[in-house]
């Protein structure tokens, strides 16, 4: 069993209380910027050509987001999808990350 570490785990627990508060407005997940700017990072940090379903992945995430600053210029109020979004972002991240460190494991990464 690994030990607690936030430098590890602080981002997943942001990402997570986002995810469950029972209340909530749109501003308050600006405090997930780390969480985003880090999957980021993980997706774009790779020095090689990104592969195919990552580049649909990202076509996808685009497309939410577009969908939801039209939803918030509308003042239509239906961007309670947005913890989702930025939830599978973060995890997206996560997972190239863990892809890139299976392939090259003697090498670390500046993201960690």
Excluded at 4 to 23: A, E, K
Aim: glycine share 4%; net charge positive.
């Amino acid at each position: 069993m690994s030990k607690w570490s936030w430098r590890d785990h602080g981002l997943t627990v942001m990402v997570i209380s986002i995810l469950t508060i029972p209340y909530g407005w749109l501003t308050d997940e600006v405090v997930l910027l780390p969480a985003i700017l880090f999957a980021a990072m993980c997706i774009f940090g790779e020095n090689k050509k990104m592969p195919a379903t990552t580049r649909i992945v990202l076509a996808v995430f685009a497309f939410l987001n577009w969908m939801m600053l039209l939803l918030i210029a509308s003042k239509i109020p239906l961007y309670f999808w947005s913890s989702l979004l930025w939830f599978a972002w973060y995890f997206y991240g996560r997972h190239r990350l863990a892809v890139y460190l299976k392939a090259k494991p003697a090498q670390v990464p500046a993201v960690s």
